[in-house]
């Protein structure tokens, strides 16, 4: 058998695993459960990693000292704890010798996204984050601390800011709008109070940030708040890059992508923050994702050989 690479991605709900030759090309590809040990317990993560390449093996007809090199990319695994339970795991379980590189997930589609070991991610859905990486494998990250500590310009923060502001604006205390009426028909309220029970006790992270986009749409209708709102979501997704740079000054001069529904399709911010990165960055490039996060698993995987 010639020599294999396998790159995992572990998402929340369902894991990817892409196998390629030495060469780059593909040979297989499967799915499991989550190997996101935030998503599931630790335990049932690890054995859903150690049964995507033991699949992988059994379709190929291989052994485990085929494979040359691997990446695992989910959530939490760029900290030394978990590095060190999913190393001792897939080594003892499944016999794998090869040079195995653990990463956050947001590692793995920046490689994958710009197809190149050095660049940048910007990544804006439900949460943000923006990731930097160098050919030497070095990774500095911004934000991706959660909607308790940060998240800011987010699909979440932007509905979260329009509910607080728009609360103020109800008594007089913030810039004059429409954005509650709005949201108590998007949220199908009653009244104003009916937001403390929706934030308290009926709280759901994911069904508050599918409603950023009735925020979008009173921006294009010339809504100050929404639209300050928008605009203060852009320049926070601006400073996670420009905070990278400050870091690494040579990443002004690399390919920048951009993932996750606000960064990608809302309208305003997504214009906002390409005028923002140009006019900060003229010699970055913005590119849109040229490969998934699997290819830049096994991309990261083969440099690990190669260099």
Avoid at 126 to 137: F, V, Y
Avoid at 204 to 220: G, P, R, S, W, Y
Avoid at 274 to 288: A, I, S
Wanted: one cysteine or more.
């Amino acid at each position: 058998m010639a020599s294999l690479y396998f790159g995992i991605d572990g998402g929340g709900t369902t894991s990817r695993i892409r196998v390629v030759d030495l060469s780059g090309q593909e040979v297989y590809f499967g799915k499991g459960s989550t190997t996101n040990i935030y998503a599931t317990d630790s335990a049932s993560a690890l054995r859903n990693a150690a049964a995507l390449i033991s699949h992988a093996m059994h379709a190929l007809q291989c052994a485990p000292d085929d494979f040359k090199g691997g990446c695992i990319g989910s959530a939490g695994l760029d900290r030394p704890k978990e590095k060190s339970l999913y190393t001792d795991y897939i080594r003892e379980k499944i016999s794998i010798r090869c040079p195995v590189y653990l990463c956050n997930d947001g590692e793995i589609l920046l490689v994958g996204g710009i197809g190149e070991l050095q660049g940048l991610a910007l990544i804006a859905g439900t949460g943000s984050l923006a990731i930097g990486r160098l050919k030497n494998g070095t990774v500095v990250r911004r934000g991706g601390l959660g909607y308790m500590l940060g998240d800011e310009g987010s699909a979440y923060w932007i509905v979260h800011q329009a509910i607080s502001r728009g609360l103020r604006s109800k008594e007089g205390r913030d810039i004059p709008s429409k954005i509650i009426d709005e949201l108590l028909l998007q949220f199908d309220l009653s009244s104003a109070d009916d937001f403390i029970p929706l934030m308290h006790s009926r709280f759901n992270k994911a069904d508050i940030a599918a409603k950023a986009e009735c925020v979008t749409k009173l921006a294009l209708e010339k809504d100050e708040l929404a639209m300050d709102i928008l605009e203060m979501a852009s320049r926070e997704l601006f400073g996670l890059v420009q905070s990278i740079v400050l870091r690494f000054p040579e990443l002004q001069r690399s390919k920048l992508v951009v993932a996750g529904g606000v960064v990608e399709r809302d309208v305003i911010v997504s214009r906002n923050v390409r005028e923002m990165l140009h006019n900060g960055y003229p010699e970055m490039e913005l590119v849109k994702m040229r490969q998934d996060a699997t290819s830049g698993a096994c991309m990261i995987a083969l440099s690990l050989v190669k260099t």
